[in-house]
């Protein structure tokens, strides 16, 4: 199968810019089936309704989230009620939305799986606990006949040691959260395509999405509480990775896809 996954979409410019190409890309190469993490698509902070509305209609097939989850309050009911916007799997019992999913698509059976890492990140269960529970619920050549895994965190070895574990189970393990894409994109020993960030679909002329000046007042002044960031204004560039898998459910390649900026 040939999957598309989109990193962190920040701000307006970005989705629209996104949704687009996503129809674009579809068509153009033939691509099985599409996942995007749109925890900053609301100006930078959260996701609404109405833009995963948007996101499914262009023709993504499931949408991972991370820590800004819950910075729009009314997704809340949504999340409640759907099988395709995910949560991270190891926020607390209770919490309101699933952590993984399995779809279907035209090409096959698809499994997605959102975790959220624990190192300099907001406080969540063990993530390492986490992946007995995603290698039961997402078996290649059983139940799914792809699956990923969207790894949400700060710390580069807590992400490649996630992907080290769920080697040759998974079809892909990529990260997200950190907004600059790396370049370590590969297949490991056993078969699991991966990258240990994707990179943000925003304005690179920015610090991680917001304007630059903000960003670097927070820093300047970290106790002043009236600073807010905001999102950068200037062209976005879409980050994303093309993966391809085989029979097996293993993967063959993975590709960086850069547009636009
Ligand atoms: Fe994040």
């Not at 952590?99 to 096959?108: E, F, P, R």
């Not at 002044?221 to 950068?232: F, G």
């Not at 560039?237 to 391809?244: A, E, F, K, N, W």
């Amino acid at each position: 199968m040939k999957v598309l996954f989109i990193g962190d979409i920040v701000g307006k410019k970005a989705r629209n810019f996104a949704q687009k190409k996503i129809v674009d890309l579809k068509e153009q190469l033939q691509i099985d089936a599409i996942i995007v993490n749109v925890e900053n698509a609301a100006g930078g902070f959260g996701v609404t309704p109405s833009i995963c509305d948007d996101f499914f209609l262009a023709g993504a097939d499931v949408l991972t989230t991370g820590n800004h989850i819950w910075d729009k309050r009314e997704i809340i009911s949504y999340i409640s009620k759907s099988e395709r916007l995910l949560r991270p799997l190891n926020m607390i019992k209770g919490t309101p939305g699933l952590g993984m999913t399995i779809i279907k698509v035209d090409a096959g059976t698809i499994g997605v799986a959102n975790i959220m890492t624990n190192l300099f990140m907001a406080r969540t269960d063990p993530v390492f606990e986490k992946v007995p529970e995603i290698l039961k619920y997402l078996k290649l050549n059983n139940n799914v006949d792809f699956s990923l895994v969207d790894v949400h965190g700060e710390a580069s070895s807590e992400k490649m040691a996630i992907a080290y574990a769920l080697d040759g189970s998974v079809s892909a393990v990529v990260g997200t959260h950190t907004h600059v894409p790396t370049a370590d994109h590969q297949i490991l020993e056993k078969g699991t395509a991966y990258i240990t960030d994707v990179g943000m679909s925003g304005d690179y002329n920015s610090i991680i999405g917001m304007k630059k000046d903000d960003a670097l007042n927070r820093f300047l002044h970290p106790n002043n509480k009236k600073s807010r960031l905001e999102v950068s204004q200037g062209e976005p560039t879409l980050c994303g990775v093309l993966i391809d898998s085989d029979i097996n459910g293993l993967s063959k390649s993975i590709n960086p896809l850069r547009l636009g900026g």
